[in-house]
Structure formats: structure tokens, C-alpha cells
């Protein structure tokens, strides 16, 4: 199951608040053996964390690694605004939208960033004069 599609200008699904902050809408995946960040096929972020989803475990574990290590902010400009009990959940970032789309996208493997590919030169590549394999 996706999250509902929004109008948003930005990518990720990240949506203005109404304070000049951000919401941000991603999908948990608890009980990972590695945590990090990933874009699933459909656009939405992936966030892995090694807790379990067990007494609200996994829910704080999101919120210290989204904010310490995927945003490089403080916990506490970081809350829980949907989701509490399901996989797909919706946070409140305290960063302008704008700026929370460049550092999620900083976060991610470049093989996964969703931007346009760039481009790949045409001309073919011509041995060097002192290239002794020639």
C-alpha cells in the first residue's frame, strides 16, 4: 500500500506546514539489519531501523535516526504527526521544505535519487599518445 499522492512541488512527498515547516511522509521498516534511507518503486522514502515494532520501539528509533543521522538536526525538531500504529507514518520537520528535500536527497545512494539522469557524452573515448597499449 502507497501513501495517498499529494500536490507538492517537491519531491518525496514532502508537503509545507503551515509554520514554515515541513511534513514528510515515509514508510517504516522495522527490524532491518542495516538502518538507512531508500526509495521504493513507487516514490516513496523507506526508512530502515533495526528496532523492532514492539512498544513503540520502532517509533523512536525513527525519529532519532531520521533527525540525528538522515537530517543531521536535534530530536526535538522532529515529531511523530501520523502514524503512530502504521507502517506509513507522517513526521513534522522543522526545516523549510526545500531545505529538507536537498538533505534527504544527500542521504540517499545516487543510484536512487530521483532526479533526471545525467547526461553521457557521445564522443568515444581516444587512447592517450603514450598509452603503450595501442
Do not use: C, Y
Not at 63 to 87: M, P, T, Y
Amino acid at each position: 500500500m502507497s501513501l495517498p499522492p499529494t500536490e507538492s512541488p517537491f519531491q518525496f512527498g514532502i508537503r509545507p506546514g503551515p509554520a514554515g515547516d515541513a511534513r514528510l511522509p515515509l514508510r517504516a521498516a522495522p527490524g532491518a539489519r542495516k538502518e538507512g534511507l531508500s526509495v521504493e518503486a513507487d516514490g516513496t522514502l523507506k526508512l530502515h531501523i533495526r528496532a523492532p515494532a514492539v512498544d513503540g520501539a520502532a517509533n523512536k528509533a525513527l525519529l532519532d535516526v531520521l533527525a540525528k543521522h538522515i537530517l543531521g538536526i536535534s530530536r526535538s525538531a522532529v515529531s511523530l504527526e501520523q502514524g503512530e500504529k502504521s507502517r506509513n507514518k507522517v513526521f513534522r520537520i522543522a526545516l523549510s521544505p526545500a531545505t529538507l528535500e536537498e538533505r534527504l536527497q544527500a542521504q540517499l545512494p545516487v543510484s536512487q535519487t530521483p532526479a533526471s539522469p545525467k547526461p553521457v557524452s557521445q564522443t568515444p573515448a581516444t587512447p592517450k599518445p603514450n598509452d603503450s597499449r595501442a
